[in-house]
């Protein structure tokens, strides 16, 4: 490949080296490119790309390592794999919450369940190696852009109406025919089909839709646009996607806000569909006993007014009142408060009966609230029943005599009562499974009636600031890929001085064209074009 | 374009993306609510005692290093250091406090804790309902111990359970 500038020896213009055709007259520079790559060189307009001309610094070699096609594609390939990779095993969010993913993927997926944690892929879409990839996909789409770009857009904007001979011949729309009396009106039924006719002498160049060539470019930014927003999602304060799981009639702090706003849930409705109702979902019912309708949770906003320190008591005030409900989010700043789903697994409270010995009922039922139980129930006249000792997911009973919790979340609940009738006491354990008399030859026993579960409604509090720019990205590139894929550049070089010469070149669609040509040429009595690819072997024809 | 302005451009484009690369990887890797360590300024809190009191670490510290042990009846380690830290305790506390701020458990759980206990704790113990505390602290496992010396810095940190020596270098530690 030359590397000094290049002299045309047709017309004495002097190309940047690398230069394929003379910028100026079009004749061919290097005469080893034969015919077959008219194309390749037609694509770029000749002109040279630039980073197959020199390398100097660390930074040139970075980037004509970049501007490579080969290497873009390479990266989107691995991108591509790393996607399809991260398919195999569920990501990390989908893994049950609070277990440790480092033993979760060794234990359900073994060997390669570790590989896939240890490797990142179970977040991938945060993983450092693949934010580096998109990185560099970015660095190679703007690289080899500007590459390719900045060249064709100056041959473009530069060019030349007058062309060498050798251009026209080599075009694969080609014409050399008797000059008709004529050729302005020619020129101007190009005219009327929204060419642009540039005139230098006895040389014509008519052009439309150059935009088209630029399509790619106008794709690529959007695509910088999109890679931007997304990379944006990563820097704080600008993306929360965070799950807010609130007990009917409890209050939270929304997370991400600073303590600066509360919610209440007023109350959770879950409305199904009646079996009887209507027949548009007869069958959807007859398959599933339960067609929810309707999931709804009444929220009341809270601005805290002391914001300051941890732990201190928030001084609530009301802001507003709203439903959400699926697809109704509730708006406030930048933040949306979905419904996101329900949790009615925590038990809330549980509800018991005493027996004399008889296995009559004595008094009224008592409800033990499991998450601030009271210690005494008066249930009838003069008999009580006290709560001596409560543990909510019972393991054993220590060496004391208390009862000893493995956790703290009611799962397994079990009570020592004592019931008192004035005259004696006698106490019990009870667990949810089975009561034990503690005292001997109790006269009274306690039942267990029924439980009640928190009906807790999970929310979900979403807030995304880098959308206006994942948008904007799209909407160009898919204006982009309109432009370079539905404008074509048509472009016609006609001399004149001596016989009529006719060249044309688009690049896409050389059928339609050629019609358009033809069709101009024949309203004013002239025979049509000449295809190469026609005349040549018809059985490689592709257009 | 002339070939500083093209060198110039290039290098600029390879920067900025560099960059933006290493910023974001750096964000990606940062992110997420950071545990408390030591050196670290410990978050300054203001919660209700099982007395009913309110007390402010910034107050505490103000005069005393502070020893703040996070944890629950369900936990045996918890169970089993409490009564020697009261014991540590009750020989004198003149320098230090310690607050035992109980993950959010109700007062009859904590009750029924102590009643099961030789001797009655008496060092306070805060109530942390909301777990606000604990979220700020980004406490993992319990117990976990924190030693907050006079300046308000963490100067300690142990997350799991403490022995006679181990109280005794927290107190020494947080006293410095």
């Not at chain 2, 359970?161 to 270098?169: E, G, P, W």
Request: aromatic residues 10%.
């Amino acid at each position: 490949m030359e590397l000094k500038e290049i002299k045309c020896e047709s017309c004495g213009h002097v190309n940047p080296p690398g230069t394929q055709l003379c910028q100026s007259c079009g004749n061919m520079i290097n005469s080893d490119y034969d015919k077959n790559k008219i194309k390749d060189l037609m694509r770029y307009d000749g002109s040279a790309v630039r980073s197959k001309t020199r390398s100097k610094s660390i930074f040139d070699k970075i980037w004509i390592f970049f501007t490579s096609v080969k290497i873009g594609v390479s990266i989107i390939l691995a991108i591509a794999v790393a996607a399809a990779i991260g398919t195999i095993f569920p990501q990390e969010y989908f893994i049950p919450l609070g277990v440790d993913p480092a033993e979760y993927y060794q234990e359900n997926y073994g060997t390669l369940g570790y590989l896939y944690y240890s490797l990142g892929f179970h977040n991938l879409y945060s993983s450092w190696w693949f934010l580096v990839l998109n990185g560099l996909l970015a660095l190679s789409i703007i690289a080899a852009s500007i590459d390719r770009g900045i060249p064709l857009f100056k041959s473009l904007n530069k060019q030349r109406v007058k062309k060498h001979d050798s251009f026209f011949r080599r075009q694969r729309l080609f014409l050399n025919t008797e000059r008709p009396a004529d050729t302005s009106s020619l020129i101007d039924a190009f005219s009327k089909k929204r060419y642009k006719v540039r005139k230098e002498g006895d040389n014509y160049l008519l052009e439309k839709g150059r935009l088209s060539r630029y399509g790619p470019y106008i794709n690529h930014t959007g695509l910088i646009i999109l890679l931007f927003g997304s990379m944006l999602r990563f820097f704080p304060g600008m993306y929360v996607d965070e799950i807010v799981h609130i007990n009917e009639g409890e209050t939270e702090e929304l997370p991400t806000t600073e303590g600066q706003y509360f919610v209440r849930n007023e109350a959770f409705t879950l409305d199904t569909y009646d079996e009887e109702a209507g027949e548009v979902f007869d069958q959807a019912l007859s398959n599933n006993r339960m067609v929810i309708s309707n999931f709804q949770t009444d929220i009341t906003f809270y601005k805290n007014n002391s914001a300051d320190i941890v732990g201190s008591s928030p001084d609530l005030e009301e802001i507003d009142e709203y439903s959400i409900r699926v697809n109704h989010p509730y708006r406030f700043g930048d933040y949306e408060l979905y419904q996101s789903s329900y949790d009615n697994s925590q038990l809330k409270s549980m509800t018991f009966r005493l027996e004399d010995e008889n296995g009559n009922t004595v008094g009224d039922n008592f409800t033990v609230n499991l998450n601030d139980p009271e210690e005494s129930f008066e249930v009838a006249d003069g008999v009580s029943v006290n709560m001596r000792a409560y543990s909510p997911d019972f393991l054993e009973i220590d060496d004391n005599g208390t009862l000893v919790s493995a956790t703290p979340v009611p799962r397994n609940p079990a009570f020592v009562f004592e019931v008192a009738d004035g005259e004696e006491s006698e106490l019990s354990l009870l667990q949810i499974m089975n009561s034990t008399d503690i005292t001997q030859d109790n006269d009274y026993s306690i039942r267990f009636v029924e439980a009640e579960e928190h009906m807790a409604s999970v929310l979900t509090l979403k807030k995304d600031l880098t959308i206006p720019f994942i948008a904007t990205g799209f909407i160009i590139f898919l204006i982009g890929l309109f432009t370079g894929s539905y404008i074509n550049h048509r472009r016609i070089w006609i001399r004149t001085d001596g016989n009529l010469l006719l060249a044309a070149h688009t690049n896409k669609n050389y059928f339609g064209m050629k019609r358009e040509i033809n069709e101009v040429l024949e309203s004013n009595g002239l025979e049509a074009v000449n295809d190469k690819l026609d005349d040549g072997d018809k059985d490689k024809n592709k257009e | 374009m002339k070939g500083r302005t093209r060198n110039i451009l290039r290098v600029s484009i390879i920067v900025t993306i560099g960059l933006l690369i290493g910023i974001t990887v750096w964000f990606n890797l940062t992110s997420g609510t950071k545990a408390v360590e030591v050196g670290d300024k410990a978050v300054d809190f203001r919660l209700t005692t099982l007395e009913g009191e309110e007390i402010q670490l910034s107050e505490l510290t103000e005069e005393k290093g502070v020893i703040l042990n996070f944890w629950g009846t369900w936990c045996k380690p918890c169970r089993e250091e409490m009564p020697d830290m009261n014991d540590v305790y009750t020989e004198g506390h003149d320098d230090y406090e310690i607050v035992a701020v109980n993950v959010a458990e109700n007062e009859q759980q904590i009750r029924q804790f102590i009643s099961g206990l030789d001797a009655d704790l008496e060092f306070p113990i805060a109530l942390d309902r909301s777990k606000s505390v604990t979220d700020a602290y980004n406490i993992g496992p319990l117990p976990t111990t924190i030693a907050v010396n006079k300046e308000g810095i963490v100067v300690k940190k142990q997350e799991y359970q403490l022995t006679h020596d181990d109280i005794t270098a927290f107190i020494s530690e947080s006293t410095e």
